[in-house]
DNA sequence: GTGGTCTAGACCACG
DNA sequence: GTGGTCTAGACCACT
């Protein structure tokens, strides 16, 4: 089961949402390892998207071993996750620090950061 | 007393770099209300960078009420930055607040973000 | 006695996997003259393959001149297989000629390559 | 000074011919850092080539760290290609290891190989 | 002018 | 049917 969205208004380019999309679709587990992707052709068609549009999207995907393509076959759900998930996560927190550390340089308190912080685990 | 740099290697658009450099400049005091930006022929000599995007920076902090200018003299600082710098903490928290949203859902825990934000008040 | 693996997942076409796999089976010994290759249907089960996929893979064996086909019978290595040993004996010297000239016109020196094979034969 | 040639003819993909076009170039010095490399709608015009395909090549030889693009300048030899030398030894390297294996397993000779690689030095 | 993205439509090899 | 490559032509933001 998958749940692919994107907004063709948006100024972050479509292919980069899809990257996005199936990313996070993989990383919070709605995507099995070896699950198909929806195929180039049938996903264009669903999202009224060009179909180079989706191809170039899953080709990042693969770039980033996220997605293992077979020409003739399909796309799938890379067989080991592990990395993907571990990548996601350190880049995550790595956000997190950089952002705190403007915080920081701003002079906003240590305080009322875990206060916004607290707030999502209530 | 200012500290204005860019990366023209960078793909973030030199023209918003610029806004950033001079907003977190304001933000973080190293600038002062009423202080005097450099000349837009002053700062493209010195960044060598075309007078035109810094114009378009100058031009884009204006908007946002971070410097005002005045016709044959300059840009300067706003004299009154406090809403600036309440606008930007609040943009930092709410970024932040996104962030650990996303890593909530992938199954990051609330201890591991804090942690790494203690790390930095260390 | 035969070893063919196929990769599935590889972005080489399932059949020059094949063709390769026994081509390198034969030239090693693994498979001797006349012997009997596994049969299209059988293979194909073992494989989970297609059979159309074999099939191929054996035309272009038998037209490499390293298999014959008896109808009615199935496929046997050839019984003088001296020749497919000299051509891909020729054709690996060829590929080392043509990868050492690529090396050397990268500033690769020859003491290095020379190590390099020296290390598999120790 | 440089020489980008493509053979449309060749079943190896044009994009693919470029990035080894222009990365073989930067190894062997032919293109220094920070060198521009000719526009992208410029070197479709003189290979008479669509635009479209020098973009993705440009784009992977970004991915891989051999060049860099900025939007509204240009793209330029990275400035710092020791990296790129280095892992173009190595996979040199590991190629020729990789064939070597293969001749060794076939029941090709050392002196044979060593042979071979001698007389491009010679 | 530049690089970057997108659409439309076509062709190919593979299974 | 699939993914992959290519062409033609358009639009965008940035310099």
Redesign the pocket.
Same mark, same amino acid.
């Given at each position: 089961m998958y749940r692919i969205i994107?907004d063709?208004k948006?100024?972050?380019? %479509?292919?980069?949402?899809l990257v996005e999309s199936v990313k996070t679709s993989v990383v919070k587990g709605f995507m099995k390892p070896d699950e198909? !992707? $929806?195929?180039?052709?049938? !996903?264009?068609g669903e999202l009224? %998207?060009? $179909?180079?549009? %989706?191809?170039?999207?899953?080709?990042e995907l693969?770039r980033q071993g996220i997605v293992y /393509?077979? $020409? +003739?076959? +399909? /796309?799938f759900v890379s067989s080991d996750i592990k990395e993907v998930k571990d990548a996601h996560k350190n880049e995550i927190l790595s956000q997190i620090e950089e952002l705190a550390e403007h915080a920081r340089e701003g002079g906003i308190s240590k305080e009322e950061i875990i206060d916004t912080i607290n707030k999502l685990w209530r």
């Amino acid at each position: 089961m998958y749940r692919i969205i994107v907004d063709v208004k948006s100024r972050k380019p %479509i292919y980069e949402q899809l990257v996005e999309s199936v990313k996070t679709s993989v990383v919070k587990g709605f995507m099995k390892p070896d699950e198909p !992707l $929806p195929s180039v052709r049938q !996903l264009a068609g669903e999202l009224a %998207i060009n $179909p180079n549009t %989706i191809q170039k999207a899953y080709a990042e995907l693969e770039r980033q071993g996220i997605v293992y /393509s077979v $020409p +003739g076959k +399909g /796309s799938f759900v890379s067989s080991d996750i592990k990395e993907v998930k571990d990548a996601h996560k350190n880049e995550i927190l790595s956000q997190i620090e950089e952002l705190a550390e403007h915080a920081r340089e701003g002079g906003i308190s240590k305080e009322e950061i875990i206060d916004t912080i607290n707030k999502l685990w209530r």
